[in-house]
Nanobody
């Protein structure tokens, strides 16, 4: 069982930056694929970025602005978000996949956090 707790969300002006963190429990964190997803009001959940030993992948609209990283010694996943836009406003969730597959589909992830709100004002 893995528990995930996100933090770092908040209100920021367009063009600003935020760094999200996701603290994970469990002793096998390093073997998991980790992902960030987001859900805006009235919209479906959307893949943002993922990282595993195979590499990283990003949603096209965040490439060059967001950076996903992990610290396996601290069991923590990060999402550095720069040049934020109003359309980035959403609840951001981290997710862990026990199969270690680098995937954009939520079905590949077994555990989910409760989410952290990111609001970007224009």
């Amino acid at each position: 069982q893995v528990q995930l707790v996100e933090s770092g969300g908040g209100l920021v002006q367009a063009g600003g930056s935020l760094r999200l963190s996701c603290a994970a429990s469990g002793r096998t964190f390093s073997s998991y694929a980790m992902g960030w997803f987001r859900q805006a009001p009235g919209k479906e959940r959307e893949f943002v970025a993922a990282i595993s030993w195979r590499g990283v992948i990003y949603l096209d609209s965040v490439k060059g602005r967001f950076t996903i990283s992990r610290d396996n010694a601290k069991n923590t996943l990060y999402l550095q978000m720069d040049s934020l836009k109003p359309e980035d406003t959403a609840v951001y969730y981290c997710a862990a996949g026990s199969r270690g597959m680098l995937a954009q589909l939520g079905s590949y992830y077994d555990y989910w956090g409760q989410g952290t709100q990111v609001t970007v004002s224009s």
